[in-house]
T-cell receptor
Framework: GAGVSQSPSNKVTEKGKDVELRCDPI?????LYWYRQSLGQGLEFLIY????????KSGLPSDRFSAERTGGSVSTLTIQRTQQEDSAVYLC??????????????FGQGTRLTVV | AQTVTQSQPEMSVQEAETVTLSCTYD???????LFWYKQPPSRQMILVIR??????QNATENRFSVNFQKAAKSFSLKISDSQLGDTAMYFC???????????FGPGTRLSVLP
């Protein structure tokens, strides 16, 4: 596609349920990032994928959070046993080549997750 | 650790006037890129301007320009002839050479008043 696509745009879930958030990066982009943005706040880094390398999971807040990237393209962020503090906008971004620092990050429109 | 600070949580400016948003960062790296991103109410993050650390000349994109002071680790954004459509959150960010993730500041909420 022309840009980074995220689905769903909005998700309301009950506390304790599992959710999956999807990110479809720009075709050919080797780097993919997940960020979390709480209401009116900055971006909190969650996880980063670069090609076939092991992902950098250093930003995941707990073991309830996991992410995978299949075939070097689509990524899924999974949150198990959701809690109210997980409510936020989850942003996905991709870039052409992270080791070439001229590359900018292209963002999707995010998924707004609300845990009730 | 690499950090980015934006000391102005909120700012406002009258339409057609000029406003400057500040950003400072901390890094021991010598090669890196700095960015300003805009996030309007639609949530879509949009790149406004980019600066390579090894370039002394300040980047300019139409009404947007930066004042990059490498020694002071400062990277401010100047918006000239402010327009209503400039109302948004503005995030300063950087990525260092051979780094892995973009580091973002906490953002500045800019309101352009008619």
């Amino acid at each position: 596609g022309a840009g980074v696509s995220q689905s769903p745009s909005n998700k309301v879930t009950e506390k304790g349920k599992d959710v999956e958030l999807r990110c479809d990066p720009i075709s050919g982009h080797t780097a993919l990032y997940w960020y979390r943005q709480s209401l009116g706040q900055g971006l909190e880094f969650l996880i980063y994928f670069q090609g076939n390398s092991a992902p950098d999971k250093s930003g995941l807040p707990s073991d309830r959070f996991s992410a995978e990237r299949t075939g070097g393209s689509v990524s899924t962020l999974t949150i198990q046993r959701t809690q109210q503090e997980d409510s936020a906008v989850y942003l996905c971004a991709s870039s052409a080549e992270s080791w070439t620092v001229s590359a900018e990050a292209f963002f999707g429109q995010g998924t707004r997750l609300t845990v009730v | 650790a690499q950090t980015v600070t934006q000391s102005q949580p909120e700012m406002s400016v009258q339409e057609a006037e000029t406003v400057t948003l500040s950003c400072t960062y901390d890094t021991s790296e010598n090669n890196y890129y700095l960015f300003w991103y805009k996030q309007p109410p639609s949530r879509q993050m949009i790149l406004v301007i980019r600066q390579e650390a090894y370039k002394q000349q300040n980047a300019t994109e139409n009404r947007f320009s930066v004042n990059f002071q490498k020694a002071a680790k400062s990277f401010s954004l100047k918006i000239s002839d402010s327009q209503l459509g400039d109302t948004a959150m503005y995030f300063c960010a950087f990525i260092w050479n051979y780094g892995q993730n973009f580091v973002f500041g906490p953002g500045t909420r800019l309101s352009v008043l008619p």
